[in-house]
C-alpha cells in the first residue's frame, strides 16, 4: 500500500486561504469517503481536523474545511492564522485488510 | 471521552526485545479499535496496524506484518505494541490512537513513546 501524495509544503500570509491537495487511487480515496485530515504541530500528537471528507469534530474551527474529488481530496484553510502553521496530514481507508493509509504530510507555513 | 497514556521512552540496543503499551480510560476502551502509527525521526506518518480489544481481532500494515506484534489486556484496558528484535531503523516515536469503528478516523490519541535503538 503506497503512501498517499502530498505537496512537501505550501504557505500563504495571515488572512489568505491555502489548499492542501491529497492524491491517492481508485483502492482508496476513490473507493470511499473514508478521507479525514490530522494537523501535528512539532513535538505534538496529530488532532484530528475533517473527517469523512467534510466533517469537522466539535471544536475545530469553521475555516478549515474538506472536499474530493475523484481519488484527490482537499483540504482549505481560509483566513490563516499563526496558529495553523503545522504539518497536515490526509489519510485514506483502503480495505478491511490492511485499513487506512496515510498522505507524505504537508508543511503549512504561515509567511 | 477516551484518555490514552503511553508508557515512557524506551533505549534499547539492536537485538533486544520490547513491549510498550497504550493504556486507556473513559468511555468504552475496550469497544472500540487501537491503532498503532509510526513516525521515524523528521518523518511522516506511517499507520502500521490496528487491533479490537474486544476479540483482538489485529489487521497490519504490509510494510509492518511479521515485523510487530500487536496484543491487548482487557483487564487493564491496555494495549501493546512488541518487537521480538529491534534493529536501529526501529527509532521511531511510536503513537497509539482509538477509533469507533473500522470506517472512523483516530478521534483519541496518546502522547507518543519515543523508541531509540542503538548500540
Known amino acids: 500500500q503506497s503512501a498517499l501524495t502530498q505537496p512537501r509544503s505550501v504557505s500563504g500570509s495571515p488572512g489568505q486561504s491555502v489548499t492542501v491537495s491529497c492524491t491517492g487511487t481508485t483502492s482508496d480515496i476513490g473507493a470511499n469517503n473514508y478521507v479525514s485530515w490530522y494537523q501535528q504541530h512539532p513535538g505534538k500528537a496529530p488532532k484530528l481536523l475533517i473527517y469523512d471528507v467534510t466533517r469537522r469534530p466539535s471544536g475545530v474551527p469553521d475555516r478549515f474545511s474538506g472536499s474530493k474529488s475523484g481519488n484527490t481530496a482537499s483540504l482549505t484553510i481560509s483566513g490563516l492564522q499563526a496558529e495553523d502553521e503545522a504539518d497536515y496530514y490526509c489519510c485514506s481507508y483502503a480495505g478491511k485488510y490492511t485499513f487506512d493509509v496515510f498522505g507524505t504530510g504537508t508543511q503549512v507555513t504561515v509567511l | 471521552e477516551v484518555q490514552l497514556v503511553q508508557s515512557e521512552a524506551e533505549v534499547k540496543k539492536p537485538g533486544e526485545s520490547l513491549k510498550i503499551s497504550c493504556k486507556g480510560s473513559g468511555d468504552r476502551f475496550t469497544s472500540r479499535w487501537i491503532g498503532w502509527v509510526r513516525q521515524m525521526p523528521g518523518k511522516g506518518l506511517e499507520w502500521m496496524g490496528i487491533i479490537r480489544p474486544d476479540d483482538s481481532d489485529s489487521r497490519y500494515s504490509p510494510s509492518f506484518q511479521g515485523q510487530v506484534t500487536f496484543s491487548v489486556d482487557k483487564s487493564i484496558n491496555t494495549a501493546y505494541l512488541e518487537w521480538s528484535s529491534l534493529k536501529a531503523t526501529d527509532t521511531a516515536i511510536y503513537y497509539c490512537?482509538?477509533?469507533?469503528?473500522?470506517?472512523?478516523?483516530?478521534?483519541?490519541w496518546g502522547q507518543g513513546t519515543l523508541v531509540t535503538v542503538s548500540s
Open positions: 490512537a482509538s477509533r469507533y469503528s473500522a470506517y472512523d478516523p483516530f478521534d483519541y
